[in-house]
């Protein structure tokens, strides 16, 4: 995988990625293309990049090793990158900073995106704020409604809110009126996408950003190793989960070189891969273009896109980055699915086990690496992405749980040993 060398210059990976967009986007698009190509290695664009992520983030984020629930497993040794310590509790913060600091030397003083579950708003919102920049945030009716919180959350930080009423009032619905805000103001408006989907170049800029993930681990992990007296330098397997990709492309991407790393993304199987009801691109969708690009989506026989479904909002969308279905497609990665239970489950043991909250998106990941556990070795290691904190599912999982979930006998016992049913 030395000769690893994607995308090509027109953003293709295979036959994946590229620019499907209306011709009144073009001269933005490029504009963008060529704004990210003058700054991308430029000494000074990249040093401030550094002191933001070191000083208004947080990072480097630690590694840390689960060794109570790596014992319960009697297998691999589990470790999680903490992007969940993260300044605004997740990943996304890392490529809207990126995004952020662009525009700037863009000469672009508005910035707009789209939120589903509103952590990338509210990610952005942060980062306007932290630069002066005017914010509009185009979010679903239905999610303004579902995601009080965050909505408020972000007009405190500055921005404005603006409710989508047409379609599904949800997540593509507000990315398509980003998009018709885009091409009207073009002029002085910067688009802030949130993950690696979107025309070339955002699928590779968002890459770029989130490595900062992958490079830590790559300096972190042979000291954790050596402490456990583990003779190899990096991890047996990688795992994240999938949404749109970009904590799986961050933290992916490094170690696509070191071959004897195993890299395992994670979708929502929600109420199981067959049932219909899942947000498994990857594993059950095909090839088509969505939101500008050619990838695997969730499509019906007319191309019409499907309804997803997924416990974890972040999760919950059609389609999935161009450089995932290719590196499902060159078996670089292999992609698998956790259903809704199965990452509850892996929830709540995360939470006793560790003292930790995760995310339900990262819970995913974190429920398909105790499965894989223990089927490895003892002195074998498995890396998750633990991708942000679960603060903001703290009221989802109390109403799926009705409040009680401690209270049931079920559930009694079951959380604190031995994990969830394999
Ligand atoms: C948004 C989000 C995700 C999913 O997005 P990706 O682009 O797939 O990383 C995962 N975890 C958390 C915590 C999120 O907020």
């Known amino acids: 995988m030395s000769q690893y060398n994607f995308p090509d210059a027109l953003g293709h990976f295979g036959p994946y990625g590229g620019t499907f967009a209306s011709e009144t986007l ?19 664009f990249l040093r401030e990049f550094r002191y933001e992520l070191a000083h208004f983030v947080g990072r480097p984020s630690p590694v840390y090793h689960a060794a109570r629930t790596s014992e319960e497993m009697g297998g691999a040794q589990i470790y999680l990158k903490r992007e969940d310590l993260n300044h605004t509790g997740a990943h996304k913060i890392n490529n809207v900073i990126g995004q952020a600091m662009l ?17 990338h708003g509210v990610a952005t919102a942060t980062i306007c704020a932290r630069y002066g920049l005017e914010c509009v945030v185009y979010m679903g009716a239905e999610d303004v409604k ?18 989508v009423e047409s379609g599904s009032k949800t997540l593509k619905d507000a990315l398509n009126e980003a998009m018709r805000d885009w091409v009207a103001n073009v002029d002085n408006t910067f688009y802030i996408i949130g ?15 989130q490595s900062v993930i992958g490079n830590e681990c790559l300096t972190q992990m042979p000291e954790m190793l050596r402490d456990q007296k583990i003779a190899a330098e990096q991890p047996d397997a990688v795992v994240a989960c999938v949404g749109g990709g970009s904590n799986a492309m961050g933290i992916f991407y490094p170690y696509i070189p070191h071959e004897k790393t195993r890299l395992i993304g994670v979708e929502a199987a ?12 990857l594993q059950r969708g095909s090839s088509g273009v969505l939101h500008g690009n050619r990838t695997f989506i969730l499509q019906d026989q007319n191309g019409q896109i499907t309804e997803t479904h ?8 059609p389609g999935v980055g161009p ?13 698998v699915g956790i259903t809704d239970k199965e990452a509850l489950d892996a929830f709540h043991y995360l939470c006793r086990t560790e003292g930790i909250i995760p995310a339900l998106e990262s819970s995913h990941a974190f429920a398909y690496a105790m499965k894989l556990a223990k089927e490895m070795r003892k002195d074998q290691s498995i890396l998750v992405c633990l991708s942000g904190r679960g603060d903001k599912d703290i009221g989802t999982v109390a109403d799926l ?18 994990g969830p049913a394999a």
């Open 401 to 418: 749980s009705g409040g009680e979930y401690y209270d049931r006998p079920s559930m009694r016992g079951h959380t604190v040993k031995g």
């Open 270 to 281: 929600g109420e199981g891969l067959d049932s219909g009801k899942h947000s498994a691109s």
């Open 26 to 44: 073009t001269h933005a698009i490029n504009e963008l293309r060529d704004a990210y190509a003058k700054y991308q290695n430029d000494p000074e």
């Open 195 to 209: 993950t690696v989907a979107g025309p070339h170049p955002y699928p590779m800029m968002v890459r770029d950003f």
């Open 103 to 119: 525009a700037k030397r863009m000469g672009k003083p508005r910035i707009i995106a789209e939120t589903g579950a509103g952590q």
């Open 310 to 317: 997924s416990i974890s909002a972040g999760l919950d969308y």
């Open 323 to 335: 450089e995932h279905a290719w590196l499902q497609e060159i078996k670089r990665a292999q992609y």
């Open 146 to 163: 579902r995601q009080s919180p965050n909505v408020y959350r972000m007009k405190l930080l500055g921005a404005t809110v603006i409710p």
